[in-house]
Every structure is written in C-alpha cells, then in structure tokens.
C-alpha cells in the first residue's frame, strides 16, 4: 500500500505548459508534475506486479486450416490438427482444449492411444510427439524426430504400445510409444517387394493389422502395391500388384477382404483367398458411356467399409465425382445396401471418420456417425436414420460463417441479459438437426466458482452482429442482428447505380458500441453509415427514421506545430456559437440523378416494416457525398443513454446527434471546434490543377484505404493464407519512424494520417485505366476489410525508394517540415462523462471529451434539460470551449477516476421496453442511474482524475483545474494499439491501465499514479488481423482473433491464471476398456478367431536389437515430469498415492500380524500337547513305552 500525495492547484498564474504539457523529464514513469497546492490529495493504490500475469485462457472456433482428425472411442473425444502445428481436443461443451507444437510444423497424423489418456501427434517436420492428456494442460512427453526419412503415415493397433510409422521411402519402422525409442525391427521396402520388381513401390500411404490375425501387417504403397506382411516370419504372404494409385484401405471385420479406393474414382474389392486380381471393381459415379468405358472420374480420397448386425454394411467414401461435371459441390457418399446417398458439402473435406460401438476391428463395427472435416466446418452425421440428418454443433463453430471485421468484449454484465438474448435468439434457430445426443461426449466440465456473465460481440462482413454468452471460458451464440434488413436492395434500374456506389461488402461492420444497462446498441458500417438499435420484447411496426450529414472540410489545411509544440492553450474564452441543427436532408431526386452529391451511399426502407422481438432499428445516419466525393469513413463512436446523444467522427469532424429527438445538435469540422484556441499554425495551401479529391485520404481505422497508385489490398477470404508471406521484417520495422503507424507492413492505426501527397493521380499514370474504370465519383470501396483478412502488398514495380518512404505515415514529430504535411486532423476517440468543461467550473456538467490523431484534447460542454418532458421538446445546446489538452500521438483512450482512485462510471439510462403494452399503473418513464459520487452537491466540489492515454503517452489530469498529475511515455520505438482503462474485480480499488503495444508487448500501468506495473512481450509478431480485434475488458481478461477462424482469450490476472485449472475442463475420464465379444466355439473352430501374439517378443530390444541412432532422435519433453503429476491429479493425488501407500503398508502389517498370530497359536498348541505327553509319561518307567 503506497500513498500518493499530489499537488493540485488553482492554476489562475499557472503557465500553459506546466499545466497541460509534457514535462521535461517526461521519460520517466509516473512523473509528477510541480505546482502549487491549496490542498493535498491522498490516494491508495492496492495494485502491486505480483497480481498480474500474462496467460493463455481458452481458444474459440473452428480450427484454421485443419489437415487431419482422429476420435478416440471409448473417451469419446476428438481431436483436430491444423497446418499451423496446432491441436485442438473436443468433448462435451465445455471440454476444449487447445495445443501448439512450438516448431509450427503441420500435423499430419493424429492418433490417440485408445482409453490411455495420450494422443500421438505426427508432424510435417518428421517428429512425432506423445502427448499426456491425463491433465487439464496436456505436455508432451516425448519427442522422436527422423533424420533420414520422411513419415507418411502411422497406425496404432487398439491395446498395443507398438506404433507403426510408414515413410517415403517405402519402409515400416516401429516406435515403443511407452518410452518413444525406436525398435531394431525394420520392415524394408525391398524386401517386402518382389526382387523382380524394377520400380520403387512409392511411399506408404496405409498400414493395418489384420482383424484375423495381430502378427499380419497390411502394407499399401502409393504405386498400386499391396503386402501382407507376416511379422512373425518377416516375409511377406502375398504381393498385389494393381494399375492405379492407392489412396486409402479398408478392412471387412472378420478379416478376408478389404476394400481399396484409386485415384480413378474406383473402388476394389480383394479375397485374401485370391489375390491374383479384385473379385469386384465398382466405379460409384462413373457412368458406362457408348464404347463401353466408364467415364473419368475424381479420386476417392477414402474409404471406410464397416458392417452392421442387422443390416447391410455401409461403404462411405469422399471423392469419386466424374470430371464433366464441373461446378459440383464436394461430396461425401454412403452407399448402404443397394440405396445410394450424396451429400454435398459447403466446403472441400479434409478427412472423414466413421464412428462405431466397439474398438475392436474384429467384431461387427455398427457404425453410428460419420465426423467430417471440412476446410472451414465441423459436421456429424447421424447414419441410424434413412434421411442422414446432422447433429446440431454444440462448439462455436461459425464465428467465421462472415469474416469477422470487428470485436467488443464486456465482463461482468446484468445478469439478466444473457437469459433475455438467448430467449429471442432460440426462436430464430435451425431446425431439421437429429434428435440424438452430441456423439462426442468425453470429458468433464463444471461451472467454476468465480463465473459471472460476459459477452462477445462479433461484427462481419455481409453486416452481422453476433452476440455471444462467454461466461466460465465458453463460447455459445446467443443473437444474430442483420443490420443489412434496414437498407433496400438495388432492383431494376437502381442495381447500377448501386454497384456504382459501393462493392461487394457495403454493410461490413466497422466498430461497434452497446450499454448493457440501457440496451441501446449502435453499428457503424463501411458505407460511413451508423444504425441505432433498441431492444424490445415485443414486436412492431415502425418506420426507421434517417438523418443525412453533410460533413466536409472544404479548407485543405497544412498544420504546422507552433513553437510551443508540447504546451497546451488553457484560455477561457467565450464559448464557440454552434451551427444550427441540420435536420434530414431531403434531396430531391433530380440531384440524385445529377452529380453526385448529397446522397447517401445506401437507401435506408422509407415504409413501416414489421420488426421481431430482439433489436428493432430506431435511427440510422448516413454520412452524404459532396461535390462527386464519398463520404470519409468514421472514426469515433460513442453514446450515453442518459443524455440522449450520439457522437460520431472522422478526418472531417465531428456530429453530435440527440437520437431522442431525432435531431443533428452539432455538425463542425475540427478547426472549428478549437476557434481560437488552434495551438497549430494552419496555413492555406495554393490551388493545383489538379485538385486531389478527398477520398485519397486514408483514415487508420478498421477501413484503411490506402491510395491505388501504390498499395492495392487484397480482399478475397481466400488471401488469408498469403497473410504472412507478405509480412515485412522485424528489423526493417524497427528502422522506421518512432510514430509509424504500420506493423509488418500493414497501416493499424486508428487514426492514419491522409495518403502522402507524392505524385498525382492522372489518366497517363501506371494506374490510369484502374481508375478510368472505377470512376471520376466511385467510392474506394472493395470487398470488407475485415480483420480477419486484410492483405496490404506492394506491386514491385512501384516499389522505388521514394515511394517506399512515402508509403507509409510521417513521424508527427515537430521536425517533419509543415509543407511535407498535408494532413487532415480525424477525430480518433469520443467520450460522454459528467465533467467540468472550464477551469472556473464548479459542479460537474454533461460534457464530450473529444480526441484527435495530433494528440490533441478538446472538452465540448453541453446544456441537458433535466425534465423528461422538456428533454423530449426542448433542444440540447453545445457550446465548444477553448480547453485543450496535449499528448503525444493519436488519443485513444479516456476515463475519469475519483478523488479514492475510483472508477466513476458514465450516467446511463435503465432499459425500458418502449413497444410494451402500456400499463396505467406503471407508465415508462425514463430512469437515469449515475455510478458517479460527483452529482452531489458536497462532492462535487472534489473535482474529479482524467485518465487520457494516446499512441505514445499517458496522463492524469485533475479536473477542474486541468493540472496534469502524473505523465508516463508508454513507448518510444513502437506505438499503442489499444488502451483501456480496466478494473481487477478481485481487489477493492483495482483500477488499471491496460495497453497492447504494436510490437506485441501488453503493459499494465497503476492508476493514478501511471506505475509501470507489468510489461510482458506477448506475441513475437503482430498483424492486422490481432491489431484490430485486440480488446480489453475487466476481471483481467482480454481476447483477439488469433487466426480468421478462432478467438483466443487471455487473462492478465495472477488470481484468474491460479484458478485456471478449476475452470478447464477434464480431458481425460478413467473409463472401463469394453470387454471383447465371445466369438463362440463354432465360429472359432472354423478358423474364423482372431490370433494374438507377443509384440514385445518381437519387436524388443532383446528380440530386434537396436534402432541406428542416426535413424531418429528422441527428444524428452517438457511436460514428462509434469504429466507423470498431472496423471495423479497435482497435490490432490499426491495425498491419494500416499494414502494407498499408507493403506498398502496397513494391510502388509495386517496381514504380517495375522500371520504372526497363527505362528503364535500354533506354538501354544505344541507347547499344550508336549506338556500334556509330559504329564502322561512322566510316572511310567522305561519299559512301559
């Protein structure tokens, strides 16, 4: 506990720059500033390093890039390996678990060790890797990795700790997967081969024992070539020689035929009887065509032949289309019986796997479902019922069904919000889904003792929001809002105009902003359109009210710093007089004809529409063309529920809208916003032939258009994979300007300044036919942005070295000459609070705390009538002042403290439900309810603590008398990303800075004394995609999308990472092996029982020798001494095994008491019979014996 004693003063000598600027030894952390003081100020920081700690939580969604899939049948669970080295283990909901190989290496292979708790893992580096799985965090706990050969596939029979590896080459090694050492015993591919043979088989692409007999292995090469392999006598039995290319194999479970799958789309049966040729060949969509040949078909990428008791078998396979039929969808075919079924699929499969009863391949499989991956989704197929329905998916995995652009995260929310959305969001649901039980089951989960409810909000492309119930590290959608419902769609003669006007994704959203108390919920999409939404139970006929904004800044100013760069202009001066309120612009339609301006980008519906029960759009403002430009995207969003308003910003200025009264307030550029107060020197610039059009102007938000000349951005979904190949080096990062707003590459911030001026744009250019065809007035609208899939790539033939300096943002520094400026000053964050917008103020007032991309703080006062009739009629009046605060880099962030160091929470409206059926006994009024001490008359004299934090820079004001407390430089060679102001719900007085760095760190700063509590580099790159989505939240959580398809969520909280462990859930669950079925003596008798044998014989060291060490290198893993802990359970099975120990011990010295007891009884028994033939001899003489 350490207090903090500042200095406030009454500043009415103060100069500007001790009162708002940046001190002289600014570099150091929480540096106080000097001045007078009347009073002093005691605070008590609870905050201390050792309660944060940087952690991994849980990862949602579907797995990026799957390569391969494995179930384990009797723990019921599923895993799945991606390209990018990582493992994701399934169960019930609530039982997920994510791994990551640290090499990166793709999996190829997945294989559990079947009810032992451990999955084998083989990667495109040619390691395999024993995971343990017997606790919450699996470790590896051993690592063998191939020197020599390439591994192409693996088999692990049911019960054995022999495994089964397959190379390129064509041999068979054999891996111990207790102690991951290799075996001497070495199948070699000539050998199993014919020495008449001229050609290499190819690699192995399937191994298999026989369901008749352990000691046969069935070896199939890619060639076409089938072994069957006797390991006993380590020769082979017989030898197949087929024309086409072998992809997968099958066996029938009694073991005397299998079933093969070609590369022509065929699929062979053999006879373990007649092996010389197949006794069926079948071409499944291979129709006969007038010569008598089968058309060419796809490849048949697997097959699985399993039977029923019952019924016919079933033979399921991927693949196998005829080519001519070009434009099909992929498919997957279940031939039962003579019935044939195809099912299309949405995306190409990956792998597939047909789940059964039982483990064991000699008994009847009775298949109940079918897993198949897809490239982007997850589905089970119920094959009990005729129809093949789907299961419904338990796991969120179609967070990526649009890509996603934009991502919010609230902790701690109303309880009764999560019930409320499920309720609407369960009648919208679909239907048609089996009516059995999820088939993956394993595992077990239990609500953790320190839940409470927190929601994910997901913006997409195609305009969709999803709301999402994240409480105790689940994932499970609640609602889905289509925000595009509100615009009409192009019809007839407007579908040209309207591809004109916006490209492929014009409803994209770009950020978003929702008050869990009031349920008032706002969009802002790419269109430069913002959509106002209240929550109903009920629903309703309404029509949707537009406002048009015409906001522009018809000056091109260049701003050059002024002497006084850092100082900060603290003038009281006469409030600015606002504009007028600029009602809906009703164009007519002649000027919509014309050129283009004043016309919205999208048409909102002008008639009364029926809206369900859930968020029914109240209000939408559109941002309007002027003079043939598009509207410049926003910036800044943010509203209050108590005042009735919403404000909004971009590079041109900012708009205050009272959504109560459906009315604009405020509509002013940015210069006038300062008046008088500008601290810049903003200079007109000469007229050029050539007027640059305001859309070359990039704004660093999630709508980063660069300009065509040089950047083209890349938008397809399919791109995401290039993400990285076109990512610029750490150190070339490192070399440019301190204030580059880019990383690898990619402009991030929120707040870019306008596309440099460099050469014009003209006809003759290099990208003159790209923008003959785009258009004198076409918008640069591509397809979405998202975050997901953003790609920034520089053609190499613009690649000179001017345009590679100039392609990316100037150091805002003051020695940047002011002509190299050509800038526009964007408003980057907005802020409702009850403030004091003067010094002289004595209470707190409704104000807007406005922030700009130059580091600059304007506090906009504003005038709300209190009455709720009179708030409804009378106008809310603004009057700009000239108080200005100064930072270092863009704004991001603000927050308002009290004078304990408490968080003071902006006033908000509670929810009412306006389109309920009215009740005289309880008329809906408006109830405000305001967290903050400050309304009342005692304490709002106290004044107040502003936490504003920018790219570079975080400060502490004291307000009124606006004295900066303390200022700390957060980076010097990077830039801020996000910020938030956060609290630690564990710990009273827990109020914390939190900042996620462009160079991957993640800071934690004390409040308010800006105490550098935490600084981890947490990710070793950022992109894009992490830059936009990366967000803060309080109960020391975070999340960000960590590939285009998954979210990943992290904790900074010591408390949360120790009781991580009570909150995942148990892979793992010790099950009963199911016993195998009696065969009976008939079946046996006639040959038809499976033969066992000893593979430790054979394949031991004893037996086989050793492996050549140059063969394979065994690697211990780091979790060897942690699984065998986790395996007993941590401390809790430390006591156990000392308990059994102790019980084992007692029942030892039992038995040895016992045993010692019988000695003793029976030595009394002698000791009685050799007294009494004692006594009976004693007086008898010697001739009497």
């Known amino acids: 506990m350490k207090k903090f004693r500042k200095v406030l003063d009454g500043l009415t000598t103060s100069s500007p720059v001790n009162a708002g600027g940046s001190p002289a030894c600014g570099s150091a952390a929480g540096t106080p500033t000097a001045a007078p003081t009347p009073r002093e100020l005691d605070i008590q920081e609870t905050l201390m390093s050792e309660h944060f700690q940087i952690c991994k939580t849980v990862r949602h969604g579907f797995p990026y890039q799957p390569t391969a899939l494995t179930f384990d049948p009797v723990q019921k669970i599923l895993a799945i390996g991606s390209r990018s080295g990582g493992v994701r283990i399934l169960g019930r909901p609530g039982v997920d678990c994510f791994c990551q190989h640290e090499s990166g290496a793709a999996v190829l292979q997945l294989q559990f060790l079947i009810n032992e708790g451990a999955l084998v893992t083989a990667c495109a580096d040619d390691t395999l890797h024993l995971w343990n799985l017997r606790q919450r965090r699996p470790a590896i706990l051993h690592s063998l990795k191939f020197n020599r050969e390439r591994i192409t596939f693996c088999h692990l029979p049911f019960q054995s700790k022999w495994l089964y590896v397959g190379t390129e080459r064509g041999n ?117 065509q007038r010569d008598g040949r089968k058309e060419s078909c796809k490849p048949i990428l697997k097959v699985e032949y399993k039977t029923c008791r019952n019924s016919e078998s079933f033979v399921i396979f991927s693949g196998g289309l005829s080519y001519d039929k070009a434009g099909r969808r992929p498919t997957l075919t279940i031939m039962h019986g003579k019935a044939i079924t195809v099912l299309e699929m949405d995306h190409p499969i990956v792998e597939f796997l047909v789940l ?59 309880p009764d919000i999560i ?102 919920f706002c969009v802002v999409g790419i269109s430069a359109h913002i959509i106002l939404y209240c929550f109903s139970r009920h629903d309703s006929n309404t029509a949707i009210t537009s406002l048009e904004v015409r906001l522009q800044c018809e000056v091109e100013d260049v701003i050059s710093p002024s002497d006084t760069e850092n100082a900060v202009c603290l003038m009281d001066a006469g409030g600015h007089s606002p504009q007028p309120p600029s009602p809906r612009g009703n164009t007519p339609d002649g000027a919509r004809d014309g050129a283009r301006d004043s016309i919205p980008c999208l048409k909102v519906k002008d008639r009364v529409i029926r809206m369900p029960p859930g968020y029914q759009a109240e209000l939408v403002v559109q941002l309007l063309w002027v003079d043939g430009e598009p509207p410049q995207q926003i910036t800044s969003l943010d509203l209050n529920s108590a005042y009735g308003l919403l404000a909004l910003g971009n590079c041109n200025g900012l708009v205050v809208v009272d959504y109560l009264q459906k009315t604009i307030i405020l509509c002013m550029t940015t210069l006038e916003l300062y008046g008088s107060a500008d601290p810049f020197q903003r200079l007109t610039r000469s007229p050029r032939k050539n007027r640059q059009s305001t859309s070359e102007f990039c704004m660093r938000g999630l709508s980063n258009f660069y300009s065509d000349s040089k950047k083209r951005i890349r938008t397809s979904y399919q791109s995401l994979t290039e993400l990285s190949d076109n990512q610029v080096s750490l150190d070339q990062e490192r070399s440019k300007s301190p204030t580059s707003d880019h990383v690898n590459g990619h402009c991030t911030s929120p707040t870019s300044q306008a596309c440099p001026p460099g050469r014009p744009r003209v006809p003759g250019g290099p990208e003159g036919p790209r923008l003959a065809r785009r258009g ?67 209470l707190p007032a409704p104000c807007l705390w406005v922030g700009t991309s130059l580091g600059l703080v304007l506090i906009v006062p504003m005038s709300i009538p209190t009455d709720e009739q ?64 400050c309304f009342s008359q005692e304490a709002g004299g106290d004044g107040h603590l502003a936490v504003v934090c920018s790219e570079r820079q975080a400060k502490v004001f004291f307000m009124p008398s606006q004295a900066c407390l303390y200022v700390h430089n957060i980076t010097e060679s990077s830039f801020v990303l996000r910020a938030d102001v956060v609290a630690i719900s564990n710990i ?198």
């Open 419 to 520: 019930p409320v959305l499920y309720s609407i969001g369960a009648k919208h649901k679909k239907t048609g889904y089996s009516h059995k039980e999820w088939p993956v089951s394993g595992g077990t989960w239990t609500v953790g003792s320190q839940s409470y409810p927190e929601i994910i909000i997901t913006g997409h492309a195609d305009g969709s929001i999803k709301f999402w119930d994240a409480t105790a590290i689940t994932l499970q959608m609640l609602y889905k809002l289509k925000t595009s419902k509100v615009f009409e769609k192009p019809k007839g003669s407007e579908t040209a105009r309207g591809a004109e006007l916006v490209e492929e994704d014009p409803y994209a959203v770009q950020m978003v902003s929702w008050c869990p108390q009031s349920r008032i």
């Open 776 to 842: 004198p007035g076409r918008p640069p609208f591509r397809k979405a942005q998202s975050a997901a899939c953003m790609e920034v790539s520089l053609p190499v033939s613009f690649l000179t070295e001017e345009s590679r300096e100039n392609s990316f943002s100037r150091s805002r520094s003051s020695s940047v000459s002011s002509i190299d400026r050509d800038t526009k000053e964007a408003v980057t964050t907005l802020h409702f609070a009850e403030s004091y917008g003067r010094r002289s103020d004595v």
């Open 870 to 933: 009179e708030r409804m009629e009378e106008p809310v009046t603004i009057a700009p002042t000239s108080t200005v605060l100064m930072l270092k880099g863009s704004v991001l962030r603000f927050s308002f403290l009290d004078c304990t160091g408490g968080l003071i929470h902006s006033p908000h409206e509670a929810w009412r439900d306006t389109h309920a059926p009215d009740d005289p006994e309880r008329p809906r009024r408006r109830r405000l309810v305001n967290f903050s001490p």
């Open 988 to 1185: 009273s007085n827990s109020v914390c800075l939190a900042c996620f760095c462009a160079n991957g760190h993640i800071m934690i700063l004390s409040l308010p004394s800006l105490r550098p509590l935490l600084d981890v580099h947490y990710l070793p790159l950022t992109d894009m995609r992490i830059a936009r989505t990366f967000c803060f939240t309080n109960g020391g959580q975070a999340l960000y999308l960590s590939s285009p398809t998954e979210i990943q969520r992290i904790t900074y909280s010591q408390e949360m990472c120790d009781n991580l462990q009570e909150m995942l859930g148990e892979l793992f669950t010790p099950t009963d092996t199911p016993e195998a079925q009696n065969r009976g003596f008939l079946k046996g008798f006639f040959g038809g029982n499976t033969q066992t044998f000893d593979r430790e014989e054979l394949f031991g060291e004893a037996a086989a020798g050793k492996a050549s060490r140059s063969l394979a290198q065994h690697i211990p893993g780091q979790g060897s001494v942690e699984g065998v802990r986790a395996a007993a359970g941590g401390a809790v099975g430390e006591l156990a095994r000392a308990r059994i120990a102790l019980d084992e011990r007692g029942q030892r010295l039992g038995e040895l008491e016992e045993r010692t007891a019988l000695m003793m009884a029976s030595a009394e028994t002698f000791s009685k019979h050799a007294h009494e033939l004692m006594l009976k001899c004693k007086d008898k003489k010697w001739y009497q014996f």
């Open 172 to 288: 068979t090694h054999i891996v111990n997967v207790e102690s991951f050492i290799l075996s001497g015993y070495v199948i070699m591919w000539n050998k199993a081969i014919e020495l008449s043979t001229k050609t290499h088989p190819g690699p192995i692409v399937h191994l298999s024992d026989s369901p008749k007999d352990e000691g046969k292995l069935l070896i199939g090469f890619e060639s076409g070539t089938i072994v069957m392999w006797d390991l006993r006598s380590k020769r082979a039995d017989f030898r197949i020689y087929y024309d086409e290319a072998i992809h997968s194999v099958s066996w029938h479970h009694e073991g005397r035929q299998f079933m093969c799958s070609h590369s022509d789309g065929s699929l062979s049966m053999w006879n373990l009887r007649n092996t010389a040729k197949p006794f069926q060949v079948t071409f499944p969509h291979g129709k006969s």
């Open 356 to 414: 059964c009863e039982t483990p064991y391949l000699n008994e009847v499989q009775e298949p109940y479902a079918a897993v198949v991956l897809l490239e982007k989704d997850l589905i089970v197929v119920d094959l009990t019922q005729s129809s093949f329905p789907i299961f419904e998916n338990p796991y969120p995995m179609d967070i990526h069904e649009s890509p996603v652009t934009c991502t919010a995260y609230f902790a701690d929310c109303p």
